[in-house]
């Protein structure tokens, strides 16, 4: 079995225009990082021209397609009855993307089957980090 997921979605740009931008996006999760979700954009999708990643923690995910969770530079909340609004904060402004709710539960889904909700510390390799460290 694999130690890592990716699932490609499409993310719609919410901006003042009146019809949304779709992008292509990219969530990955490892179970060598269990607690994080990683979001990636490439760069034909950012301002900079250059891959964009975020990363979060998959509690924030699960959480906010059934309610408004986080308060950092990641914010999730649910949209209507299939959507789920990502929240983007950085120094040059607010990205808001939403995604297909289906598609964030085939994703998590596939996650929890590498490393169950609640199990995650028994995937971080501690004593062999610390083996490393001390030399063996």
Do not use: K, N
């Not at 990082?33 to 034909?44: I, L």
């Not at 924030?60 to 990502?86: H, I, N, Q």
Request: proline share 4%; with cysteine.
């Amino acid at each position: 079995m694999s130690s890592a997921i990716e699932q490609s979605v499409q993310a719609r740009m919410v901006a003042s225009a009146p019809r949304m931008e779709t992008l292509p996006a990219t969530l990955h999760y490892d179970r060598e990082d269990p607690f994080a979700v990683r979001m990636a954009f490439p760069g034909c999708a950012t301002l900079e021209g250059t891959e964009v990643s975020w990363e979060f923690s998959r509690e924030l995910l699960a959480s906010g397609m059934e309610t408004t969770a986080g308060m950092g530079d990641v914010r999730v909340r649910p949209f209507g009855y299939d959507r789920t609004v990502l929240e983007f904060h950085a120094a040059e402004g607010i990205a808001m993307v939403h995604v297909r709710t289906a598609e964030l539960r085939r994703f998590l889904a596939r996650a929890e089957e590498l490393v169950p909700v609640g199990e995650e510390s028994g995937f971080l390799g501690l004593d062999r980090d610390l083996a490393e460290l001390f030399g063996g």
